[in-house]
């Protein structure tokens, strides 16, 4: 059996590791000095730096956990896809459920994404928010399979080519 492990690229969350705690500190101390002062606005103040604080938060606990992962974010084998690389996990995507993969733009990155037969039987286990994460991305792109150029360390025009002698194998 063939398998191509691609690993994580974590350069992104890098980023986020060390523009994160600045940000946090910095809307703190915003926070911090509109409790201390008065006003008519205090209050949607407060309530929106509050938000934007916890938002933060999760962005800098979610890249720790990314960086700190060993586990590759896609393998290919001959079965098919395992997607490991965004918040979704779809798992095994198999090969005769794959009908062609294609490079897009969005949100300022290349990705990949790859076209599926039937899409319900991998969304159906999903948890009702990652349910509703895959119904943005099928409204984006197409498709819940659309893997950021960003987030994985390999050539996005190499594995667009992989898939694609892939999905030719599977279905002669």
């Keep these: 059996m063939n398998e191509l492990l691609i690993q994580r690229k974590k350069t992104s969350y890098y980023q986020i590791l060390v523009s994160a705690p600045v940000t946090l500190f910095l809307l703190i101390r915003a926070l911090n000095s509109k409790l201390n002062s008065s006003g008519d606005n205090k209050v949607w103040i407060i309530l929106i730096l509050s938000v934007v604080t916890i938002l933060c938060s999760v962005f800098l606990i979610n890249s720790i956990v990314h960086v700190c992962k060993k586990s590759p974010a896609l ?3 001959d079965n ?13 995507i198999k090969w005769d459920n794959i009908s062609d993969c294609e490079i897009k733009k969005f949100t300022g990155a290349s990705h ?11 969304i159906s286990p999903l948890s009702s928010f ?5 119904e943005i991305k099928i409204k984006d792109l197409g498709t819940p399979l659309a893997i950021n150029s960003k987030l ?15 999905i030719n194998n599977a279905n002669v």
């Design 75 to 77: 393998i290919i084998n």
């Design 80 to 92: 098919g896809i395992i997607d490991n690389s965004g918040i979704l996990k779809l798992g095994l």
């Design 112 to 122: 990949l994404v790859v076209g599926l037969r039937e899409s319900s039987y991998i």
């Design 130 to 134: 990652k349910k509703r994460m895959a």
């Design 152 to 166: 994985v360390d390999f050539d996005i025009i190499k594995l667009k080519e992989i898939i694609e002698e892939k």
